[in-house]
Nanobody
């Protein structure tokens, strides 16, 4: 059973905004950091943003700083990614991820830190 479900993707024009949501089910992730990654066709999965369990710290890829905002609502077991000023280069499948007790010492920006992954939601940006 996949405990993370992303939604909110779609087709937009360059400059538009989208808000992705990631709802956790089956267990609570309120005490764990969560992140967003993306993968474009022919490219490797890359880090986008991460947020600690208390939302006290957030991390962003340089390519999205100032345009994307990650947030979470622990009462709803949901994490969000607000994406503004979208560019064609932002087009990808966006994945939500959640860590577990064991993080392997990896940084918040590393995919290996996260144990649970959603199925992804497609974001397409037309120029």
């Amino acid at each position: 059973q996949v405990p993370l479900v992303e939604s909110g993707g779609g087709l937009v024009q360059a400059g538009d905004s989208l808000r992705l949501s990631c709802a956790a089910s089956g267990r609570t992730f309120s005490t764990y950091a969560m992140g967003w990654f993306r993968q474009a066709p022919g490219k490797e999965r890359e880090f986008v943003a991460a947020i600690t369990w208390s939302a006290g710290s957030t991390y962003y890829a340089d390519s999205v700083k100032g345009r994307f905002t990650i947030s979470r609502d622990n009462a709803k077991n949901t994490v969000y990614l607000q994406m503004n000023s979208l560019k064609p280069d932002d087009a990808a499948v966006y994945y939500c991820a959640a860590e577990d007790h064991y993080t392997g010492g990896y940084s918040y920006t590393t995919a290996r830190r996260y144990r649970y992954w959603g199925q992804g939601t497609q974001v397409t940006v037309s120029s």
